[in-house]
């Protein structure tokens, strides 16, 4: 970086230290932060309230106000603030796990082959091994032990949750009565649901996932070949009107109970996506709380009806271009990242494979005293993340002559800007506007570096994956990639290193449009990238 920021990115700009021997983030502007990235390193509940005591920032324990906080009641931030998922902001710092342990399923979708034995596929539905809710519940505890993120549990698939509600019900039993802190959340494709919605809100699940790819019969036929109701297989027409219907009563008796109802939508082109402006429409006025629109993943490796007969999934800037028109709507998770159905860790992370169950010892016992420092940590951390976010929204206004500017940013998760561009699996993409800067999407590309080399091919994917791109932000990148980046019109550095993403953003920015802020005082002199 050559010359001076004076800037509130520049005071948020953070550099490692090290304190009573423990790694912290240091910002000059607000004292002592600890490194959520030394949290994730083995460490006792007794070392990690050691940092807590020792390092304190200037904001108080609390999460402070946050633009989610500010926009919802507190019955639904309480049960959003922590469910990395439901929240766009919380996705940085907790994580999920899902257990597959409710393998049937009652209906059949075009996209769907229901396929347990693969560790190598990573999409909603593919899972390495199916457990027993006693099994469950073990692997949970290990989890729950070991990765101090963690806060909310679901079952996802393969199956539906509802139809083999037994087990999905015995799971989740047995799991509240050993972690009553874990939130419990469940997906289903809503055919079975509106006969278990009064036990779903006796079992304390807030928040459930619906499927709904079509509110029009019609274009179910084109998705849903057949389903299983009343002891009947249904197919055509008849069909879909009945899994339609069922799909609204049970949303409606959701919305009725405050249970959070997140709709995932398949995006699958030239069948659903223009028709997923109505399906927005229509599950917003039901009371849905999100909508979750997901790229179809077809492969004919997969073996699904769309692999096989070479139905494409949309573009990652065809799928944006419907999420702009969806902007008046429900509200749009844009951070999914289509996890397995066995997905261990931080979104965009997977660490299942450590916890299979021959990882999983007999006699596990269960401690809560890493993950309650750990929240106490985050809790502090999100309010300075908050409070940039809220400076930097100002700074940006003022920037009338950007109209949109897109970043992909390498980053290990808590906010900040932390990753070597060679190591990552994914980006997240934020676009910047003067309205803002909003977190749009990831792109999930083949890590380009492996033992410090690089190939050729792998980066033109990586390059091809980033289409729309402006600028990549990262903590380290080599001149190499570098050049083949500029040459295909993407700008990168790694000037904004270990800042949080949306002041590294409004840094970059202000750096390369020269900007000065409407207060008169220089927020940067040069740009650097
Ligand atoms: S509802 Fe889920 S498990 Fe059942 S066919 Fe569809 S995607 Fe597969
Ligand atoms: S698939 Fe999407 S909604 Fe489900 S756990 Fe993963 S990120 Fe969350």
Known sequence: MSGNRHSVAQNLRICAESVNGMPVAKSPAMGNLISLESLKAPVSAEEMKMKLDSGGCSTSGSCGSSEGKDQLSDEVWEKVKNHPCYSEEAHHYFARMHVAVAPACNIQCHYCNRKYDCSNESRPGVVSEKLTPEQAVKKVMAVASEVPQMSVLGIAGPGDSCYDWRKTKATFDLVAAQIPDIKLCLSTNGLALPEHVDEIKDMNIDHVTMTINMVDPQVGTLIYPWIFYKNKRWTGLDASKILHERQMLGLEMLAERKILVKVNSVMIPGVNDEHLVEVNKVVKQKGAFLHNIMPLISDAAHGTHYGLTGQR??????????????????????????????????????????????????????????????????????????????????????????????????????GRINQHFGHAKEFQVYEATPKGIQFIGHRKVEQYCEGGFGEDATLDGVIAALEGVDVVLCSKIGDCPKDSLKAAGIRATDAFAHDWIEAGIAAWLAAEFGHVSPAGSEIVAQASA
């Open 313 to 414: 999934g949309p573009r990652a800037m065809e799928l944006k271009a419907l999420q702009d028109k969806l902007s008046e709507g429900t509200k749009l998770m844009r951070h999914c990242r289509q996890c397995r159905a066995d997905a261990v860790g931080l979104l965009g992370e997977d660490r299942g494979q450590e916890f299979t169950m021959n990882h999983v010892p007999d006699d596990i016992s269960y401690n809560p005293e890493k993950r309650d420092a750990y929240q106490e940590v985050v809790a502090r951390e999100r309010g300075e993340h908050v409070a940039t976010k809220q400076a930097v929204e100002q700074q940006i206004s003022g920037f009338g002559a950007i109209e949109s500017v897109l970043v992909a940013v390498a980053t290990k998760g808590g």
